[in-house]
C-alpha cells in the first residue's frame, strides 16, 4: 500500500530541465508522487539531478518541460515567493546580518504578521528547536548544530505544506548527524508536513524516509520505501548505490512461481534467485546478493546457492566482519557476517570454506 | 636550528625601509608645515601663522569647496552607475555584445590620464559645435569626466563583492515570500554595502585628487584643489601647501583611524 | 512548454553601457579624427573630416611625429624611464611584499592598510614633498653639506633621477598589493615539500616562489608600467626641462602650443605603444579573478 496512491499531494509530472550548455538534461522526465505527510527523500550521487529536482520545487528553476502541482494546485510556473513552499538550504543560507530571531521571523514579517503575534511564534519556534536563550545572537555566533536548528526553525515557521531539505545534515559531524536524525524524524511526525529531502547519503535517507527515490543521470531509477529498494533494487546501479551488492552475470535456464533458475558466467552448476515476474530462457541477467545474506561454513550445506571459496581477506570492524572471498575464475565475492558472540571463533585468511545463500535472498536484476 | 635557516630578519629590514621611504617626505612636509620660515627647509621656530594664512586664501578655499561638491556628486553617480554594471558583470554571463561591455568596463582602468583627459576635451567641445551643450566647460564637464573613470573603478569592487556573494540567501529570502525587489533591498544591499561604501570613497578620493583629466575639461572660473595647489607649486615650495596638505593627511589619517577602530570593534563583537 | 533562454540584463543596466560608450568610447574615436585633421585659427581649432563632398585626411601630424626627432625621443624617453623605474619599484616592492606576506595573519592586514594608506592622500602632495626634500636648499642636500660628504649642493631636482624617484614612490603601492596577494595564496606546503627534496632555502626561493608570484609580478609591473609612461605630474614638477617625458610633450602641444591635432596624433601614438601591456594586463586580471572565484567555491 502506497500512500502516494492514497492522495498525491505532490505530483511531477514528466519533468525536463536541461541547463544551457550542457548536452545531458539535468533531470530528464521525472514523473512521481508523493503522499501527505510523507517523508520521501531524493537520493544521488552528486549530479544526479536530485538537486535541480528540489529546486524546480521551489520554485528557482523553471522546468523546460512538465509540471508540477502541490495539493491540486499546477505551481509549475508560480515564483518561488508565492509557493506554499520552504526550504531548508544545504548552506543553511541564514542572513548574516540579522539576529537568530530575525532569521526566524524573516517569512513572516513578509506575510505582514502583526508584530506581537510574529514575537509570539519566534518564541514557539526557537522553543521547538531548544534555542530559546540564544534570540539576540547572530548566525556566526553560533554552532553548526545552532545554526542548523535555526535553518530549521526558519523554514517552519510560516507553516509550509510542503518543507524542502537540501542535505540538512550534511555539514554536521557524524555523531551530532545521528542524534539530529531522530529528532529530525519525530519532528515531522509531530507536525504532519510533508518532507522532501535531497541527500546523497544512503544512511540518511534510509533512516529517516518513509520512501525515496534513488536517482542518476536525471533520471529516476526506483522508488519505494527503504527496505523494497534495498531489498529488491530493479537495476545495477541501485544495487550498488544502496548498500554494498555481489552481482553476478548469468543467464536465465527457467522460471516458475517466483523463482528464476540461472546459470552463473564462469561457474559450474545452477543458482537460483527471486524474479517476480516471469522471464524466459537465455535472457542474459545478473544476481545481486548481499553480503550479509551469505552464509559461510565449512562444509556443504543444502541451500540453493552454494560457491566453494578462500579467504582473501579478513576486515573486523567490531559488530560486524568483512570477508573478501576468492572464488574460481580469479573473482572474489563480500560477504559479511555478525559477530553475536563473544570472542567467537572467526575464519582466518587462507582458509577454505562454503559459501551458501537461499533463492529467496538474491534478486534477479534483468538489464 | 642555525642562524642562516631563517632569512626573514633582513626581510623585515627591507620592510621597515619601504615603510620609512613611504612615509618620511609625509612625516617632513607635515613638520615643516609648522615652520616659523617662509623658506620651507629652515626650521626658525614653531608658528601656526601658515595656516591662519592659509584659512583667509579665498582662491584656496573656493577651489577646495568646489573640488568637494564635485568629489561627492562624482562618488555617488558613479557609485550608482558602477553598481549597476558591477551587477551586470556578475550576474549575467551571457547576452550579446557582453565582451564589448566588459573591455568598455576595464578600459577606463588602464587608460593614461592625459589620454582621457584630452579624449574627453575635444568630445565635448565637438559636441558643444554640433548641439550647444555642454556650452562651455566647467563643473559639469570635469564631474561627467570624473563620472567617466571611477565608475569603473565601482563596478571591479561591486563585481567582486558579488562574486563572493552567496546566492543562497537571496534565494532563502524569496523562499520565504519576499519579492525580488524586496530581496534587493533587504538582503543583497545591506550585504554588499561595505563594497559601495568602499567604492564611493575611492570615486570621491579620485574625483578630489584628480589634477590631469581635471586640467583638461574645466573651463575658465573652474578650478579644482589640485589645479590650485599645482600651480602654486610650479612655482616652487610654499608652506601654505604644506599647511594644506597637514590639514588633508589629518583628515584621511583621522578617517582611517575611526573607521579602524569600527571595524576592530565589530571583530571583537564577532568573536565574543 | 518555454524555451531554455539566456536571461537579459534589465533595462537601467544599460545606463553606464551607453555612459561609457559616449564619454570613454566615442571620445576615442575623435581622438582619432581630428589626429588626421589640419590645424585652423578658431573654435574648433581643427579642420572637419568631411566637407564640400571630400574626404580632408591629413597624414602630415604622423609625419610630423617621425620627422621631428623631438617626439620619437619623448616616446622612447617615456619607454625607458617607465621601464628602469618599473624595475626599481619590483626591487624594492618585492622584499616588502614579500615580507608583509609571510607575516602574521593578525599583522597583515595592518601592514597592508600602512602601503595603501599613502594612496589615499593626495598624489599631487606626495610629488611635492619630494620638491622640498631634494632641492639645492633642501633638506637632503643640507643633510649631506652637514655629513660633510659634499661641500657645493648637488643638482637632483630637476633631473631625471628626481623622475625614477618620484615614480618609484608614487607606484610603490601599486607594485606592493598584486605582490602581497600572489604570494600570500602561496600554499608554504610546497616550500616544505622543496626543502624536504633537497632544496636549500634560497634554491626553495628560485625554483618554487619566484615562478609561482610569476603572475603578481606581471600585473604589479604593469600597473606601475601604464601610468608611468603616460605620467604628467612628476616630470613636469621634479623633472628638469631636457626631461621629455610624452604625457608633458602632448600637455605642451595643447594647452602651449594649441595644435590639437598634433597632440591627438601624439595620443594616438602613446594608445599604440600601451596597447599591448594594456591587454596583457587585463587578461591577468581575468586570470586572477576566475583564479579567486574557484578558491573562494569549496
Redesign the interface.
Known sequence: MSPAAASPFLRIENVTKRYEGTDAPAVANVSLDVGRGEFFSLLGASGSGKSTLLRILAGFETPDSGHVFIDGRDVTDLPPYERPVNMMFQSYALFPHMSVADNVGFGLKQDGMPKAQRTKRIEDLLDMVHLGSKAKRKPHQLSGGERQRVALARALAKHPKLLLLDEPLGALDRKLRESTQFELKALQARLGITFVMVTHDQDEAMTLSSRLAVMDHGRVLQIGAPNEVYESPTSRHVAEFLGAANLLDAAVTGWASGIATLACDGFDGSFKATAPSPLSAGTRVAIAVRPEKIRLCGAADDADNKLHGQVKDVAYIGDVSTYNMWLAGARSLRVQTTNSKRGGAMPASGEELWLSWDAADAVVISE | MSAHKRPISPLYVMLAFGYAFLYAPIVLLVFYSFNESRLVTVWAGFSTKWYGELFRNEQILNAAWLSLRIAVVNATFATILGTLAGFVIARYKRFPTRTAFLGLMSAPLVMPEVVMGLSLLLLFVALETAIGWPAGRGAVTVTIAHITFCLAFVAVIVQAKLASFDRSLEEAAMDLGARPWKVFCVITLPLIAPALAAGWLLSFTLSFDDLIVTSFTSGPGASTLPMVIYSSVRLGVSPQINALATIMISVVALFVAVSGWLLYRQDKAKRA | ????R????PL??L???L???L??????G??LK?SVASPVMG??PYTPLYEAGQWLINWDNYRLLFDDGLYIAALLNSLKIAAISTFVTLL??Y??A???A?AKESHRSI?M???I??F???????V??????L?T???LN?FLLWLGVIDQPLEILYTTFAIHLGIV?SY??FM?LPLVATLSRMDLTLLEAAADLGAK??QGFLRVTLPLSLPGILAGC?LVF??A??E??IP??LGGPEALMI?KV??TE?FSNRD?PV??AL?VA??IL?VGP?IA??SL?KRE?AA??KA?TP
Open positions: 512548454m518555454s524555451q531554455p539566456a536571461k537579459l540584463p537601467a543596466s545606463t553606464p553601457y555612459w561609457l560608450l564619454f570613454f568610447a566615442a571620445p576615442l575623435i581622438v581630428i573654435q574648433p624594492i616592492g622584499p616588502m614579500y615580507a608583509i609571510r601592514l592598510m600602512l602601503v594608506l599613502p589615499w592622500t593626495s598624489f599631487l602632495i606626495r611635492y614633498a619630494w620638491m622640498s626634500i632641492s636648499t633642501g633638506l643640507n614612490y610603490l603601492p606592493v632555502p634560497w604593469l601604464i601610468p609612461t603616460g604628467f605630474v613636469d614638477l604625457g602632448m600637455w595643447f590639437w597632440a591627438s595620443t602613446l594608445l600601451l594594456m594586463l587585463q586580471r579573478a579567486d572565484a573562494a
